[in-house]
Nanobody, 124 residues
Framework: QVQLVESGGGLVQAGGSLKLSCAASGRTVGNYAMGWFRQAPGKERDVVAAINWSGSSTYYADSVKGRFTISRDNAKNTGYLQMNSLKPEDTAVYYC?????????????????WGQGTQVTVSS
């Protein structure tokens, strides 16, 4: 089993930055794809970004392109989401997920393991 724990969320003003971390334990996830999803109140859980096992291929939702960067450090068994130029509409609970295959997917049901989520609130 893989356990994922997110950290780094919080309250930030519009235009600010946050960096989320996703620490994996239980087994190495170096050959797993990882993704970041978010869910705002009353809305579905949507993909924000995804990355393949090596970090050589990434995906970004249109709403975050140019502002967010997904990365990973397989030596540390950790994934990251750098969020810059944050907007109030980025406010949501952010979830880290891992998929037990090397390639990523952009739908939530393709992921096998999930973290508990971390709240990101962007004030205007």
């Amino acid at each position: 089993q893989v356990q994922l724990v997110e950290s780094g969320g919080g309250l930030v003003q519009a235009g600010g930055s946050l960096k989320l971390s996703c620490a994996a334990s239980g087994r190495t996830v170096g050959n797993y794809a990882m993704g970041w999803f978010r869910q705002a109140p009353g809305k579905e859980r949507d993909v924000v970004a995804a990355i393949n096992w090596s970090g050589s291929s990434t995906y970004y939702a249109d709403s975050v392109k140019g502002r967010f960067t997904i990365s990973r450090d397989n030596a540390k068994n950790t994934g990251y989401l750098q969020m810059n130029s944050l907007k109030p509409e980025d406010t949501a609970v952010y979830y880290c997920a891992a998929r037990a295959t090397p390639g990523y997917r952009v739908n939530s049901y393709s992921y096998d393991y999930w973290g508990q989520g971390t709240q990101v609130t962007v004030s205007s």
